[in-house]
Structures are given as C-alpha cells and as structure tokens.
Nanobody, 121 residues
C-alpha cells in the first residue's frame, strides 16, 4: 500500500507565492518519477511539471520561469514552488508519483488527493 499526502494549497493574491508538498509513504522501493498536474473547473487535467530520477525537470509553457519542481529523495517528497501566481493558475493540483514496490518490483502510478489553489484578489 502506498499513500500520498499533499499540502500547501490555499488562497493567494495575484503575484503571490505558494509551495506545494507531496509526501509518499508505504511499500516503496524506489520512485521513478514525480509530477504535478492541475485541473481547473470545466477543463481537462494537465501536466504542470515533472521530474524523473536523475533527470531534468520539465514544465508546461504556461508556468516556465514561475514554478519550480524539486524532490527530496530521502523523504520521498516532491515540492513545487509557485511564484508570480496568476488567476489562471487557479485549479486543484494533484501530485503523480511512479513507484517501484518492495519485493514484487511492480511499478505503479499513484495520484494524490488534490489540493486547491485559488489566486484571487
């Protein structure tokens, strides 16, 4: 069993900053990749940023230069620092983690529960 716990969402004014966290725990041998997605009302879920083990981060064009994804492998945690937030960043943000399990070696993907980010004055 694997659990993902997200935190850090909230209400912020345009131009403000938030930092999201997603901690994975449970039956984890290693984490292959970690990512953040978001889904705004009436829109499809979209990839915001991703980072693979030993790889460079990738970002959606809409957040390049404003968001930074990072990971702490010792803590099995992925972060996303969001700066210069805009109203169009308002969405529910989900972490997505690809994990190799202990013993079986099976690789599975998991979603966090989602955290609301609202950018409004």
């Amino acid at each position: 069993q694997v659990q993902l716990v997200e935190s850090g969402g909230g209400l912020v004014q345009p131009g403000g900053s938030l930092r999201l966290s997603c901690a994975a725990s449970g039956n984890i041998f290693s984490i292959n990749s970690m990512a953040w997605y978001r889904q705004a009302p009436g829109k499809q879920r979209e990839l915001v940023a991703a980072i693979a083990t030993g790889g460079s981060p990738n970002y959606a064009d809409s957040v390049k230069g404003r968001f930074t994804i990072s990971r702490d492998n010792a803590k099995n945690t992925v972060y996303m620092q969001m700066n210069s937030l805009k109203a169009e960043d308002t969405a529910v943000y989900y972490c997505y983690v690809v994990i190799r399990k202990v013993y079986s070696g099976a690789i599975n993907a998991y979603w966090g529960q989602g955290t609301q980010v609202t950018v409004s004055s």
